[in-house]
């Protein structure tokens, strides 16, 4: 019998983009293979991408997995990378610990990946040690990017802020756009280019495009939390035309 999965996402509530790509890539994968997919989200309050914002807005999250884990979620993903990276160098393995235990605690247990640390995880699975990222932040949230994955053990050789600061603006930016942009960024002698390192910046159609015209492996925050989720599911980590992470190598 076909099995469907509950795919949960705790989101900031200004998001419009990951209730999008990720069902979006979950799709495309059963058009070739036989698993199936439900959708649910919880939201917490974000409107401006502050650090203040988003510190009050994480600590929403814990509700946000409650109320998910009623639903017995297969699988929970924190969409909001910059949230977590805002709160501390290594914070997404206290936040993955801490929203997994709300769960257990109300007896509907569900693995919880976060998109910063899936994007860690991922980076790491492809053996990267040099990235540049494409981040629609205001210059000092993408330093606090640049110094988290660093920090993780891997060099960010070059980045670019759009600087932008309103999330609703964020989320509607072209799908295809980040495609473009890439030209503006460094990308000799990376490993992996980040094409949006940011959940709500709109780039599921610019993955593949930007790593045929570059010729490099890419990788956007959205496409590593699917991966992240395929991969605490058990399930192959394949999705068409999505970029080399999501090709089932790794």
């Known amino acids: 019998m076909q099995r469907t999965y ?81 709160m501390g160098l290594g914070y997404h393995r206290t936040s993955e610990k801490r929203l997994h235990e709300v769960t257990v605690a109300n007896g509907k247990p569900a693995p919880v990946v976060s998109s910063a640390g899936a994007l860690i995880e991922g980076l790491k699975a492809m053996g990267a040690k040099k990235v540049s990222v494409l981040t629609p932040y205001m210059k000092p949230l993408t330093q606090l990017v640049v110094d988290y994955i660093e920090h993780e053990g891997i060099a960010v050789h070059d980045s670019l802020s759009l600087e932008i600061a309103d999330n609703l603006q964020v989320g509607a930016q072209d799908p295809a756009a980040p495609a473009q942009l890439v030209q503006r960024l460094d990308t000799r002698g990376v490993d992996v280019v980040v094409i949006s390192a940011c959940v709500q910046m709109p780039s599921l159609a610019s993955v593949q495009m930007a790593q045929d015209q570059l010729g490099i492996p890419v990788v956007s925050a959205a496409a590593c939390t699917t991966w992240a989720m395929l991969k605490r599911l058990g399930l192959e980590t394949r999705v068409p035309n999505a970029g080399a992470l999501l090709s089932g190598a790794y």
């Open 6 to 86: 509950r795919i949960g996402q705790i989101v900031p509530s200004s998001n419009t983009t990951m209730e999008t790509e990720i069902p979006a890539m979950l799709r495309a994968r059963e058009q070739i293979l036989p698993e199936r997919f439900s959708f649910h989200a919880s939201r917490m309050r974000m409107q401006k991408v502050t650090k203040e914002e988003l510190a009050a807005m994480d600590r929403d999250s814990d509700r946000c997995a409650l109320e998910l884990s009623d639903g017995k979620m297969d699988v929970m993903g924190y969409a909001c990378l910059v949230a977590i990276m805002s």
